[in-house]
C-alpha cells in the first residue's frame, strides 16, 4: 500500500511511517524543508518537496499518482497565529482532498482536534479559536466529499511512549491527552485497500 502523508515531517507522521515502513507499507512524506529529507528516509519514508501552502491541487495530484491512502498529518504547529491556522490546518487539507479526487485516491485519513466540531468557546484564545475554527471547516470540507475518509480527534498530544490502548469513540469523549504513537498507530489505514 502507498500511502501519501501531509507534512511528512510531523511528530505524527514519522511515527506513522515507521509503522507503515514496519508492515511492509510504502510511504511518502509531503514535506516543505529540503533539511528534513534525511529524518523521512531514516523513518523508512520517500519524502517529496512540497509546500501545502504554495501548491495548487494539479500539483499534488501528480504527487498522488498511485497512492492508495492520503493521510494529513500537518499542522501550523505551536508559534503560528491565527492565518496559518487556515492556511495549513483548513486549506492544507482542502488541497489534499482535492487532488485525491481528481486523482481516484478514496482512502483519506484527517488528523484532526478534540474541540472541532463546534464554534470556539466565547472568549478563547484568538489563535486556538482560528485553529479550531480550521478544524472545523477541514472537517465540513472532507465530510461533504463522495472519499472514504475517517476523522480522527486527539486530545492534546504528547511525546510519551505509546500504551497500545488507546480506544476510538464517536463524539462526546471527556477530554484528556494521548500519546502521538498511539494516535499514530491507530488503525486507521487497513493494511488492504479494497
Ligand atoms: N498538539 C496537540 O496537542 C494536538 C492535538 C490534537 C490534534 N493536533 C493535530 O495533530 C496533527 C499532527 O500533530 P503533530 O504534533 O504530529 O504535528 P507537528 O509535529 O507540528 O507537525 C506538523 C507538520 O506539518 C508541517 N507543515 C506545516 N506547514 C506546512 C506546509 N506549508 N507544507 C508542508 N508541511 C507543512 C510541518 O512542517 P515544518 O516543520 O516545515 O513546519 C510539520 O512537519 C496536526 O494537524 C495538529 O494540529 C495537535
Known sequence: MRVVIAG???????????????????????????????????????????????????????????????????GAGPGSGAPRRDSVDRAASVLMADAAERTGVRRFVQVSSMGAGRPPRPGSDEVWAAYITAKTAAEADLRARDLDWTIVRPGGLTDAPGTGRIRLA??????????????????????QVA
Open 8 to 74: 511528512g515531517h510531523g511528530k505524527i507522521a514519522l511515527l506513522l511511517e515507521r509503522l507503515l515502513a514496519g508492515r511492509g507499507d510504502q510511504a511518502v512524506g509531503l514535506i516543505r524543508n529540503p533539511a528534513h529529507v534525511a529524518d523521512v528516509h531514516k523513518a523508512g519514508a520517500g519524502a517529496v518537496i512540497c509546500d501545502l501552502e504554495a501548491a495548487s491541487a494539479d500539483d499534488v495530484a501528480v504527487l498522488l499518482s498511485g497512492a492508495d491512502a492520503v493521510v494529513l498529518a500537518a
Open 170 to 191: 464517536p463524539p462526546p469523549v471527556p477530554g484528556g491527552t494521548v500519546p502521538r504513537a498511539d494516535v499514530a498507530a491507530a488503525r486507521m489505514l487497513p493494511r
